[in-house]
């Protein structure tokens, strides 16, 4: 009762403070228990607005980033999705109860193998973790929604061009301390649309190329 109570108030405070009002992503907030998927150390953060630590010095998004990310896609079911950053498999559920199969890959083993487990546990179905580096795995589908859970120091197209016509990528783009996170829509087979979202700062993508530092 207690988990129930501390769900209705992350969704009253945190979530629809943010502007995040649709019914569908509201409802999937109350139907994919977070606490199961924090580590048994943190799992009384498991409703709080925080980044929970995560092994090898990953962190959950904030519930509110969350909501903001589910928002943006705009699923309404079945569609093929790509998530780039399975972390403990939170994020992957709340994409599968609302959307279709999803894909996701996770650079680091230990996560990839916690993230089945959690999913496994609570009989997520049509879910693929596939423990790879994003930035060096061959993708040759073209996904519906694609949501990248760690930001990026410059953008990177490489993963626009693997949209089907009218799909979104959400990502963050920037260095702490201020990051943007941005919507991308492919609006034709050589065309796509930016929509800045909100500001927030999250876990950079592992191995991704830095800007060059200027020196004065």
């Not at 569908?24 to 048994?40: H, M």
Request: charged residues 25%.
């Amino acid at each position: 009762m207690l988990a129930v109570d501390a769900r209705e108030q992350m969704i009253e405070q945190q979530i629809r403070a943010w502007d995040v009002l649709d019914p569908r992503v509201l409802e999937i907030f109350r139907s994919v228990p977070r606490e199961v998927y924090v580590p048994a150390p943190y799992r009384f953060l498991a409703y709080a607005d925080l980044e929970v630590p995560l092994p090898r010095g990953q962190h959950m998004l904030r519930p509110s980033v969350v909501g903001r990310l589910l928002a943006a896609l705009s699923l309404s079911g079945g569609e093929r999705i790509l998530e780039v950053g399975t972390g403990s498999g939170f994020l992957t559920a709340c994409l599968r109860a609302v959307g279709g199969p999803v894909l996701s890959l996770e650079i680091v083993p230990e996560l990839a193998d916690l993230a089945r487990e959690n999913l496994g546990k609570q009989r997520v179905r049509d879910v693929q973790v596939v423990s790879a580096d994003a930035l060096r795995h061959e993708l040759t589908d073209r996904f519906d929604a694609i949501a990248l859970t760690a930001s990026m120091p410059r953008y990177d197209t490489r993963f626009q061009e693997r949209l089907a016509v009218g799909g979104r990528l959400f990502v963050v783009v920037g260095e702490a301390p201020v990051m943007e996170a941005r919507l991308v829509r492919r609006v034709a087979d050589d065309a796509w649309t930016t929509d800045s979202l909100f500001e927030t700062v999250i876990d950079p993508l592992a191995r991704v190329e830095r800007p060059e530092e200027f020196v004065f």
